[in-house]
């Protein structure tokens, strides 16, 4: 069964950092991409980052977060991590990370993509 947990949210100012942890059970990195997505209050949920560690390791960035945030991943631990510089008021939202079946593919940001959901994990940047 893959289950998916996600972690490291909380509260930080403008200007400051965080790191989300994603652990993944039940899957391998090498069969599945991993996304990162998040949802503001009143707003759809957006892909903002993914990976797709093998074969060759493959990485996107929404516009909206490229240069702040970085994706990796521990394989030994089964852990992605997001980790989240530069923080502004409008990164506030519940973060969720999600898995997809993949085995050759670049990964994906469309969220109807995903197989698996983590429950997802609140990040609020004061200004």
């Known amino acids: 069964e893959v289950q998916l947990q996600a972690s490291g949210g909380g509260l930080a100012q403008s200007g400051g950092s965080l790191r989300l942890s994603c652990a993944a059970s039940?899957?391998?990195?090498?069969?599945?991409?991993i996304g990162w997505f998040r949802q503001a209050p009143g707003k759809e949920r957006e892909g903002i980052s993914c990976?797709?560690?093998?074969?060759?390791?493959?990485?996107y960035y929404s516009d909206s977060v490229k240069g702040r945030f970085t994706i990796s991943g521990d394989n030994a631990k089964n852990i992605i991590y997001l980790q989240m510089d530069n923080l502004k008021p409008e990164d506030t939202a519940i973060y969720y990370c999600?898995?997809?079946?993949?085995?050759?593919?670049?990964?994906?940001?469309?969220?109807?993509?995903?197989?698996?959901w983590g429950q997802g994990t609140q990040v609020t940047v004061s200004s």
């Open positions: 999600a898995a997809e079946e993949n085995d050759y593919g670049d990964c994906s940001a469309r969220r109807y993509d995903y197989d698996y």
């Open positions: 990976i797709k560690s093998s074969p060759g390791g493959q990485i």
């Open positions: 039940g899957l391998s990195f090498d069969d599945y991409s």
